[in-house]
């Protein structure tokens, strides 16, 4: 057992670490989402391994014998959970949930949302606001850039009102300084 204090990993390294088609692919997805580092894919697709093995465990004792209310809640809870989160569409089965792959996991960040959204330039932009404060869900800040944002939480991405510098008010500055540059 390990120190109470120091959580354990969440992701597993890849097995061989110098396949060149895999390294390849972790670049561009990299440079897609504006990770930080490859290990924000490699927990992405932990996550996603998770669910692909409790979907074929519930899909086993279901193909085997008559499943059990447990199996039957925890397949619903799942179908739920990832439905709430925006990565399954509505009428879904189990067998779309092992079609899952890492980039239905980073579409769901809240750095790729608020990108999205149009309140930053660039997807690292976007995690620059996130770490520094300056976003808020449902007007709650946000520090966290691989925050999963559920679909119910997807409107309510804003600004931080209560931010120490107002982004907006640094947006208008800077435009006003560009146009009077281009005027002189």
């Given at each position: 057992?390990g ?8 992701y ?22 504006g ?22 465990n ?13 199996t ?5 809870a ?13 009428g879904?089965?189990?067998?779309d ?9 980073m ?42 944002v ?32 281009k005027?002189?």
């Amino acid at each position: 057992m390990g120190h109470p204090k120091k959580s354990k990993k969440t992701y597993e390294r890849p097995r061989r670490p110098w396949v060149l088609q895999r390294i390849k692919e972790e670049r561009e997805l990299a440079e897609k989402y504006g990770l930080k580092n490859k290990r924000e894919i490699w927990k992405a697709a932990s996550i996603i391994k998770k669910y692909r093995r409790e979907i074929r465990n519930i899909l086993a004792e279901i193909a085997g014998m008559k499943p059990s209310e447990h199996t039957i809640n925890k397949e619903a809870a799942i179908l739920a959970s990832l439905k709430r989160k925006g990565m399954l569409g509505e009428g879904t089965s189990l067998e779309d949930v092992l079609e899952l792959d890492v980039q239905d996991i980073m579409e769901r960040r809240l750095q790729t949302c608020v990108h999205k959204k149009g309140l930053a330039n660039s997807p690292k932009h976007a995690r620059q606001l996130i770490v520094h404060g300056h976003i808020a869900v449902n007007n709650r800040r946000v520090t966290i850039p691989s925050y999963i944002v559920k679909m119910d939480d997807e409107r309510g991405i804003s600004f931080y009102e209560h931010a120490p510098a107002s982004i907006t008010s640094i947006g208008s500055e800077q435009g006003e300084g560009i146009e009077e540059g281009k005027e002189k």
